[in-house]
Each structure stands twice: as structure tokens, then as C-alpha cells.
């Protein structure tokens, strides 16, 4: 398996997160925020596949680090008796998803500037890993359910709605369609952050 970029995950400024986002889906021209290590990251794509290679790199990168994240949860839901370690847990898959949302960002827009025409679709190994995230995030609910730990269980089912929409974005058969869908995840970015930090 190729080496993956570190990503140090940090706490978010709540009143800020709207206009980075605002900020990072509007801009055509935006730099790529992705910090990592090696040649290869700082070697400006040659033609369309390299563009496309290197988006579907990024993007499996965080679908790995939120299955690893959820075997996280489901493993503190047994084993841990403070709510609000296992409510951090959960906060943090968030905290993936924004990644992955920011890689799809880097990627549609070195696909633009490059006016790429061979995109089809990414590999389908990014919709196996949403899937099985998707129903690991099911688990993590009927573990909370079972434990009694049922003011978690609204925030967990956003996180399944996070998900859902993050397969979409990988089902994309072309661009526009990406696009489009960075676009609807800017516009419900509000009520998401809202409810991340109601608890």
C-alpha cells in the first residue's frame, strides 16, 4: 500500500468553519491545502490521469482514516463510561469527512484548471470504502442504542447523512457532477456545524 500523506487533525473554530469553506469551494483559483511529505505531492500533474490518480489517492487516504475512526468508536462505546471521550470520537469523524471534502476540492480544481477530459468516474474502491463506512456508522447507532447513550444517537445519524453524501461524491461519472455536489455540501454546511457542537 502506498504511503500516505500525515494529517494532523486539529480543533475547529466553529464561527469560522463556514467562510473556510465558503471561502475554499468558491475559489477557482485556490492553492492545494494539502500538507505532506515526498516529491510526489509537490510535482505539478503532467496530464489528465496523474490528476486523476492523485485526487483518488487523497480521497481513499481519508476514507481509510475514518474506518479507522469508527473501529475507534465502536471500540470506546464498550470500553468507555465518560460520554464525552466517546462524543469526541464522533466529532472527529467529522473532522475526516471536512479532509476528504477538502481533497475532492484540490482535485476539481487542478481538473478545471487542466481542463481534463478523461475523467469517468473514480476507482471503485472509493464507493467499497464508503460503503462499509456507512455501515459501520449503523453499528456505532445500534451500539449507542444499546447502551442507553441515546443523546449521541442524533449526531451519529448526521454523520451517516455525511456519509451518504460523501458516496455520492464518489459515485460521480463526470465533473459537473462533483462540482455540484462540493456545492450542496457548502450549502448545508450551517446546520451540520450547528448540530456537531449542540450537545
Known amino acids: 500500500m502506498k504511503d500516505h500523506p ?3 487533525f486539529r480543533p475547529m ?3 469560522g468553519e463556514e467562510d473556510r469553506f465558503s471561502e475554499t469551494l468558491d475559489s477557482p483559483d485556490i492553492e492545494n491545502e494539502i500538507e505532506c511529505s515526498g516529491e510526489r505531492c509537490f510535482t505539478p500533474p503532467e496530464d489528465d490521469w496523474e490528476i486523476i490518480n492523485r485526487g483518488s489517492d487523497f480521497i481513499i487516504h481519508g476514507l481509510e482514516t ?5 473501529d475507534i468508536i465502536a471500540t470506546r462505546i464498550d470500553t468507555e463510561n465518560k460520554i464525552e471521550e466517546i462524543l ?7 473532522s475526516i469527512i471536512d ?7 484540490t482535485f476539481i480544481n487542478e481538473a478545471s484548471e487542466a481542463k481534463v477530459e478523461k475523467f469517468r468516474g473514480f476507482i471503485s474502491d472509493l464507493l467499497d470504502f464508503a460503503n462499509t463506512n456507512i ?3 449503523l453499528v456505532i447507532v445500534r451500539k449507542l442504542r444499546a447502551r442507553s447513550l441515546l443523546s449521541l444517537i442524533p449526531l451519529t445519524k448526521d454523520l451517516i447523512m455525511e456519509q451518504k453524501h460523501i458516496k455520492k461524491l ?6 459537473e457532477q462533483v462540482k455540484e455536489l462540493l ?3 457548502r450549502r448545508t454546511i450551517r446546520r451540520r456545524v450547528s448540530r456537531r457542537y449542540s450537545i
Open 6 to 8: 500525515a494529517i494532523d
Open 88 to 94: 469526541k470520537n464522533i466529532r472527529k469523524g467529522f
Open 66 to 70: 475514518l474506518d479507522e475512526q469508527l
Open 13 to 15: 473554530d466553529v464561527e
Open 170 to 175: 464518489v459515485s460521480s461519472s463526470n465533473l
Open 183 to 185: 456545492k450542496e455540501y
Open 135 to 137: 455501515t459501520k456508522t
Open 99 to 105: 479532509d476528504i471534502i477538502l481533497y475532492a476540492t
